[in-house]
């Protein structure tokens, strides 16, 4: 069924990728300080990320997160040039903002704290924000920095202690799914064993960073629908939780059917990184999913209720006349 969507509050028409790096050039007279200040202070740390953790699997959702963000910055800067109008005016309240940035950007660089120094990099963004064009672009753009820390990573501390419970689950679920299907299989905490092979449920197959990066994309998902319905929202988000476990669950059974069948090395190789684009895929099919089903019920109680599209009298009425019973 499609998808019908209704964009009450519709943004300004999207600007061509020809007209941003015309408006980059012109503004490179006034920016060229704060362009290279940026480069100075986050360079190093970005230099860090694409060839340290944005390449691992726990954090390698960072550069999808992070590039996502800034194409909705871009798709929204019209929207911020007619909140700002032809003369914008920063804010003061920049300076504290981005003395906190630098003091995160220094803590996290000079003691390895990664969480601070990635934190660093939208807090000074978001200073930049404040300081050039005030608090109304900065009201405008908060989805696109609020998305920005999903790129922030937890105190590992947190992470194991959640992560654990959740890798129980899923291999508890693989394993219960594969022996209803009569397949040779049995578990010993999260290490499954089928036939000669042996399986340990990693981190990054169910764990709370897999599920905070699915969580993100689903929220992406809503921003870009813009559903008028609270509930249908609000429901949807709630729901990405047991979407991502499904699709743990999906991923972790496809690496162990393709071990089962095409041997360990298969399962570690390629298909392994293959199985991870399973995951995100199952996960985008689920969300769809259950987001049109949500429609279909909102439509349909609406229909019942004599809601929006129904003429709102009674069934069989015709318009303007009064319904007479049958004799």
Avoid at 110 to 115: A, D, G, T, V, W
Avoid at 191 to 212: E, H, R
Avoid at 304 to 320: E, F, I, K, S, Y
Wanted: charged share 10%; net charge positive.
């Amino acid at each position: 069924m499609a998808t019908a969507v209704r964009n009450d509050a519709a943004p300004a028409a999207p600007h061509d990728l020809a007209g941003t790096f015309g408006a980059l050039r012109a503004s490179l007279p006034e920016w060229w300080p704060v362009y290279l200040g940026l480069a100075i202070l986050l360079g190093p740390t970005f230099y860090d990320l694409f060839t340290g953790a944005w390449i691992g699997e726990e954090q390698g959702h960072g550069p999808i997160i992070f590039f996502l963000a800034l194409w909705l910055i871009w798709r929204k800067w019209p929207e911020v040039t007619a909140a700002i109008g032809p003369a914008p005016s920063g804010s003061w309240s920049g300076w504290p903002v981005l003395a906190l940035g630098l003091m995160f950007h220094l803590l996290g660089r000079s003691q390895k704290i990664l969480m601070f120094e990635v934190a660093s990099i939208v807090v000074v963004m978001a200073a930049v924000i404040l300081l050039k064009f005030g608090t109304r672009a900065l009201r405008v753009l908060w989805f696109p920095f609020f998305f920005m820390l999903f790129l922030v990573p937890l105190p590992s501390e947190l992470v194991a202690a959640v992560t654990m419970p959740m890798k129980m689950a899923v291999s508890w679920a693989v394993e219960h799914i594969l022996f209803a299907l009569n397949y040779p299989i049995s578990r010993s905490g999260v290490v499954l064993q089928i036939g000669q092979y042996q399986l340990l449920v990693a981190d990054a197959c169910a764990g709370l960073q897999t599920l905070l990066t699915l969580e993100a994309l689903g929220l992406f998902y809503l921003n870009l629908m813009r559903h008028p319905s609270a509930f249908r929202n609000i429901t949807l988000a709630l729901l990405i939780i047991p979407i991502s476990f499904s699709a743990n669950v999906i991923r972790v059974i496809t690496l162990t059917l393709i071990t089962y069948y095409f041997g360990d090395a298969a399962g570690q190789g390629f298909l392994h990184g293959f199985a991870g684009m399973v995951l995100f895929v199952t996960a985008l099919v689920l969300i769809l999913a259950v987001d049109n089903g949500l429609q279909w019920w909102i439509k349909r109680r609406e229909t019942d209720r004599g809601g929006p599209g129904t003429g709102g009298g009674r069934r069989g009425a015709p318009a303007g006349g009064t319904l007479k019973e049958a004799t």
